[in-house]
Structure formats: structure tokens, C-alpha cells
């Protein structure tokens, strides 16, 4: 069955950078967009990025120029590079994959930003 399961989350202070991994089992990875989200406390789910199979990517315009998603096919990978974190990133986030119209879901990974 599909996988998706995120790891390099944790406490950063403001500013910080992380790396966020979603490691994919289960599917041709390479013939799938893949895409992060995250959800703050008490909020909804909202888009971060998303990348194309062919490696086209679109983000949600007010993280532009501080998140980069990318991919590595042969280790079945998608990444999510945060920098100039602020506190209002801090958010559970979710790798995603649409398969067959059916979305799956990671468990989330917790970055916090605070000092």
C-alpha cells in the first residue's frame, strides 16, 4: 500500500533554517506529483508546495523565495528546504500524493519556531 512518512521536523529558533523529508513507499514515485501542506492550531490545512512529476513546482505565494520542494526519484524523496522560519511557520506538515483520485497522507512531521 501507499506510504508516505515525513521525518526532519523539530524546534528552530526564528530565522532557522530545516530540511523536511517524505520518504515514498509503495508507488512509482517518479510518475506522481507530490505536494506539502500544514496545519497550525486551530487552522485548516493549507497548501505549502507542490511538484509536478517532470519537476515543475508552484507555491503558495507568501512562502515564495523563503521554501524550495524537490524531489530525488531514485530515493523515492520529496523535500521541503524552510528557511528565514518565523513563528507563524510553526505547523504540523504533511507530505501528500494523489493517486488514482484518491489522496494519501503522511502523519505529519512538527516544526516549531520559537525562541
Known amino acids: 500500500q501507499v506510504q508516505l512518512v515525513e521525518s526532519g521536523g523539530g524546534l528552530v529558533q526564528p530565522g532557522g533554517s530545516l530540511r523536511l523529508s517524505c520518504a515514498a513507499s509503495?508507488?512509482?514515485?517518479?510518475?506522481?506529483?507530490m505536494g506539502w501542506y500544514r496545519q497550525a492550531p486551530g487552522k485548516q490545512r493549507e497548501l505549502v508546495a507542490r511538484?509536478?512529476?517532470?519537476?515543475?513546482?508552484n507555491y503558495t505565494d507568501s512562502l515564495k523565495g523563503r521554501f524550495t520542494i524537490s524531489r530525488d526519484n531514485a530515493k523515492n524523496t520529496a523535500y521541503l528546504q524552510m528557511n528565514s522560519l518565523k513563528p507563524e511557520d510553526t505547523a504540523v506538515y504533511y507530505c501528500?500524493?494523489?493517486?488514482?483520485?484518491?489522496?494519501?497522507w503522511g502523519k505529519g512531521t512538527l516544526v516549531t519556531v520559537s525562541s
Open positions: 511538484i509536478t512529476n517532470g519537476g515543475n513546482t
Open positions: 509503495g508507488i512509482r514515485f517518479d510518475i506522481y506529483g
Open positions: 501528500n500524493v494523489r493517486r488514482w483520485n484518491i489522496d494519501y
